[in-house]
């Protein structure tokens, strides 16, 4: 138990002294208006109160990924607990701080735009793939589990629960953000509370000892699965994910100051790590080992988990309600994602998005491509959404090193973390199935070549602009 509390401690800690280093670095300017000054229009430019926005940014990108990733990352053991509050403060932290901040900077613009401003046009093209083939993959993954959940609790068809979902997703992304999603979203953040505290108290009082097993030397994978690159694949939201990227300009749009944006982005991101943590703990803690876990989710997914640690540590009705948090996650990116696909394609065809023809004329077939790929077996959108989740979350970092380089600020700071996730991101690829195949020594080498040479290039041919132009004066 003291453990746990102990991955918590460092993570609130984190906050208070890596966030506010972050903080520094990045420098904000409290005097200079934010975007829902300068572009208010009703609809995606609006102005919000601080808490409000901070509630729909832990929301949106509290999905499926800080539940489902920590159950799967449990089966490893405790190295997953690790993960959480190493990635959460040094990677994720600062990938949601600074996806969120040079949106803001730049006018609110999409994280595509964002990384082409800083890596060019090849980046933001490849870029704007990435990021609406994942959020597809995103929508899609947040219409299935939900609707799956809603099935176990209710009887109700799946098919029925996935069309009525499409629908509350579909007038989420038309309507103003502040209608829906700025109206529901303090309520469903109740819920979120009661869910997370609800299933960490019910292992305490049930007399479940939390992470019973401290064993960090050993892999305990009933399917003998490597740690190293899957484990942080698998567990991306909790620790660091390139959704949370395409989330932050949305509420980049709504911010009212840059001082705010340390609790926002940062905060929000230390805040999923401790849904994380608890998710992980309780995959641990409630099974006997890691094969009697694998054993359901095989038999249905990581919602077979979700419902039966909720209903057997709360009882019916706080089961009922707990599950209801876990269905709340799920909806609440769901919906955002379509939104951000939206806006992504509206800045990357130039379609003007203040009058509803025209964000029905990008939604419409948008929702008809998403329908048609939620008919793919959901391991199989799941497998795809953790890789190409990953890359979005190393392009990002990289983009805010260069940033931090041509701003003659500390890179470090986002430099080591992209780093890191390209030897993740290039040792999986090679080594999966969905990829090349290459055996797991080979791949694990030249993954780890490739983040070095990346990591070369990215020193030699990125300089601040003294360095470039000769001035020995450092830039602003």
Not at 130 to 159: C, D, E, H
Not at 260 to 283: D, K, S, T
Request: net charge neutral; with cysteine; charged share 10%.
């Amino acid at each position: 138990m003291l453990f746990f509390f102990a991955c918590v401690g460092v993570l609130i800690l984190g906050y208070y002294t890596y966030g506010i280093f972050v903080e520094k670095i990045f420098g904000t300017q409290p005097e200079r208006q934010t975007p829902c000054w300068t572009k208010e229009d009703g609809v995606d430019y609006v102005n919000m109160p601080t808490w409000k926005v901070f509630f729909i940014q832990l929301l949106d990108i509290a999905g499926l990924g800080p539940i489902f990733g920590p159950i799967l990352g449990a089966l490893y053991g405790p190295q997953a607990m690790l993960w959480v509050v190493f990635g959460s403060i040094f990677a994720g932290g600062v990938h949601d701080y600074f996806s969120g901040m040079l949106s803001v900077r730049s006018g609110g613009k999409s994280i595509p735009e964002v990384v082409g401003d800083e890596m060019g046009m090849t980046a933001r093209q490849v870029m704007r793939v990435f990021s609406v083939i994942l959020l597809l993959l995103v929508g899609v993954v947040f219409i299935l589990g939900p609707a799956k959940l809603l099935s176990n609790m209710t009887g109700l068809n799946v098919s029925l629960l996935i069309a009525c979902i499409f629908a509350y997703y579909f007038i989420a992304t038309i309507l103003p953000i502040d209608k829906i999603i700025g109206g529901l979203y303090p309520i469903f953040g109740i819920l979120l509370l009661f869910m997370t505290f609800g299933v960490l108290g019910g292992l305490i009082f049930n007399g479940y000892e939390l992470m019973p097993n401290l064993d960090f030397t050993t892999n305990v994978h009933p399917n003998d699965m490597p740690i190293w690159p899957l484990l942080f694949i698998t567990l991306s939201c909790g620790a660091i994910s390139g959704f949370h990227s395409t989330q932050s300009p949305l509420m980049a749009r709504c911010m009212r100051n840059e001082k705010n944006g340390r609790p926002i982005f940062y905060g929000a991101m230390i805040v999923e790590g401790i849904i994380a943590l608890i998710w992980v703990a309780a995959g641990v803690s409630f099974y006997e080992n890691s094969a009697a876990m694998q054993a359901v989710i095989a038999a249905g997914s990581p919602a077979a988990v979700v419902n039966e640690v909720c209903n057997s540590l709360l009882g019916p009705i706080g089961g009922f309600l707990a599950i209801l948090g876990v269905i709340v996650l799920p909806i609440t990116s769901g919906d955002t994602a379509f939104r951000s696909t939206r806006l992504i394609l509206a800045e990357t065809f130039k379609v003007d998005q203040a009058k509803t023809a025209k964000r029905l004329m990008i939604a419409l077939p948008l929702f008809a491509i998403a329908f048609l790929v939620s008919q793919v077996p959901f391991a199989v959108v799941w497998r795809y959404f953790g890789w190409s989740n990953q890359m979005l979350s190393m392009l990002v970092l990289w983009s805010a090193a260069i940033w931090l380089v041509r701003n003659s600020k500390l890179h470090w700071i986002a430099t080591v973390p992209a780093v890191f996730m390209t030897a993740v991101d290039a040792s999986f690829i090679l080594q999966a199935q969905i990829g090349f195949g290459l055996p797991a020594n080979i791949s694990n080498i030249a993954g780890v070549a490739i983040a070095i040479a990346t990591l070369v290039a990215f020193l030699v041919f990125v300089r601040p602009p003294s360095a470039v132009s000769g001035d020995p004066t450092p830039a602003e």
